[in-house]
């Protein structure tokens, strides 16, 4: 999956508990992005990041928390404020952000989140 | 806010048939890309084509650009089983690739 890796794979949580999921990618990308997908949906961002120590919200950024500490690093934090976190979640990155010329992203495998 | 919206949202045809998928857009684009998203798996990018490009060939995949009509269309020839998948554009808005709901495609074998 294009040298971006997630984990876990599938993850189980109780309501009321945050979560977190990790992202790694060892590509040299500057930009690294979290989607949320819901079953037979298309994908919508949640936050994405240009550069260590920088991140802005998407476009359903709500109960949700990242850090950037890392360039290689990009873990998504679903808190307990998230009013329906079960979803799959996907993680990418790109050499640049999205308006550059050479700008598709490369995914990791995903991370299924399931809430008890 | 959803700026791709793919056509038809499910197509199912035999081996052999082509596959011909559509996207619609509502706003100026730099680049559109499509991506093929097999079940439970992130996405793989499989072709992008600028603003200025009206057609683009790759492999068996064939993709237009009208900027007019704000739409592009993929063309997957002489199919395979293999190429079950749901496929996705994505436009950009803003400094992010924004993404439609996807054409989940079957090839019977």
Redesign the interface.
Known sequence: ??G?T?SPKYLFRKEGQNVTLSCEQNLNHDAM?W?RQDP??????IY?SQIVNDFQK??IAEGYSVSREKKESFPLTVTSAQKNPTA?Y?C?SSMA???A?R????????T?LTVL | SQQGEEDPQALSIQEGENATMNCSYKTSINNLQWYRQNSGRGLVHLILIRSNEREKHSGRLRVTLDTSKKSSSLLITASRAADTASYFCATRAGNMLTFGGGTRLMVKP
């Open positions: 999956d294009g971006i997630q992005y989607y037979g949906q298309g994908l919508r961002l994405y998407g476009d799959f996907l990418a952000l999205a308006g010329p700008n598709e992203q490369f995914f990791g495998p995903g299924r």
